[in-house]
C-alpha cells in the first residue's frame, strides 16, 4: 500500500469528508498521521471516488488503487486517464450504482472520464439542475464541489488568501467568472496534510481548503478537465445522485 498515494487521497477527500458530504464519520482521522492501511479503510467508505480509484487502477494493470499515479489521475489529472475505455467505466459505474438516478452520466458516451470532474459535473444532479432551473445553489455547490485552482496572495496562521476564480452561470453555461479574493484554510487545530503555503503558490482547493500545492503543469490539467466536462456535461432533470 502507498504511502505517498494514502496521504495524496487523504489532502483532497477530507474537505467534503469534514462537511459531512461523504466518507464515514470523524473526519479527523485523515489528518492524524495514521498508515495506509488506516486511510484504505476509510477511502472504501467513499463510495464514488474508490469506485474510480478502483477502475483506474485496473485499467493501468496497477495493484493498488492508492498508487500515488492512480490518485493523482483521480483528484488532478494525468495521462493514465487515457487508458481508461469511456464505454468500460460507464459499465462498471451502471453496476455500481444500480438504481441511483440523477445526472448526465448515463448518455456521456466518450465524455465519460475517470475523473473528479466528471463526478461533479456529470454524476451529481446540480449541473443538470442548474441548466434547467438556474438555481443559484446549484451554481454554488457546483463551485465549491470541483477541485479548483488558486493563487496564494498571503498567509495568516491557518488560514489563506487566495485569488481564484469563481463559477458563473450566463444563462446558457457555466464559465470562469473574474478573478476574486476568498479565505481559505491549509491547516486546523494545528493539523494539516501539507508542508504550508506561501504567497505566489499555485494550489488546489476543494470547499474552502487548501487540499496541495500544485506545478503549473498540475494546474492546467486540473482547469483543462473541468473545461472538457462543463462544456459537455448536458441538462437532464436530475433525482437523486450517486455517493461522493
Do not use: K
Request: charged content about 25%.
Amino acid at each position: 500500500m502507498s504511502e505517498q498515494g494514502a496521504l495524496l487521497f487523504a489532502r483532497y477527500a477530507y474537505p467534503p469528508n469534514e462537511l459531512g458530504y461523504c466518507g464515514p464519520a470523524d473526519a479527523s482521522a485523515l489528518l492524524t498521521a495514521g498508515t495506509a492501511d488506516g486511510v484504505e479503510r476509510r477511502a472504501r467508505q467513499f463510495e464514488g471516488a474508490w469506485c474510480y480509484l478502483e477502475f483506474l487502477a485496473e485499467s493501468a494493470g496497477l495493484p493498488d488503487p492508492l498508487d500515488e499515479r492512480v490518485v493523482e489521475a483521480y483528484w488532478i489529472g494525468s495521462d493514465l486517464l487515457d487508458r481508461v475505455d469511456p464505454a468500460a467505466l460507464l459499465d462498471r459505474m451502471r453496476d455500481r450504482f444500480r438504481g441511483q438516478l440523477g445526472g448526465t452520466w448515463r448518455e456521456a458516451g466518450s465524455r465519460a472520464v475517470a475523473h473528479h470532474s466528471f463526478q461533479v459535473f456529470d454524476v451529481y444532479p446540480w449541473a443538470a439542475m442548474l441548466r434547467t432551473t438556474g438555481n443559484p445553489t446549484a451554481l454554488s455547490v457546483l463551485d465549491r464541489c470541483r477541485i479548483r485552482t488558486g493563487l496564494v496572495l498571503g498567509v495568516d496562521g491557518e488560514s489563506a488568501t487566495v485569488e481564484s476564480r469563481p463559477l458563473r452561470w450566463d444563462g446558457r453555461e457555466m464559465v470562469p467568472g473574474e478573478p476574486g479574493q476568498e479565505l481559505v484554510r491549509w491547516s486546523t487545530g494545528g493539523r494539516s496534510l501539507i508542508d504550508g503555503v506561501r504567497p505566489g503558490d499555485r494550489v488546489a482547493l476543494h470547499w474552502d481548503w487548501v487540499c496541495d500545492v500544485l506545478t503549473e503543469d498540475q494546474a492546467a490539467r486540473v482547469e483543462s478537465l473541468e473545461a472538457r466536462q462543463r462544456a459537455g456535461a448536458g441538462g437532464l432533470v436530475p433525482a437523486a445522485a450517486p455517493p461522493a
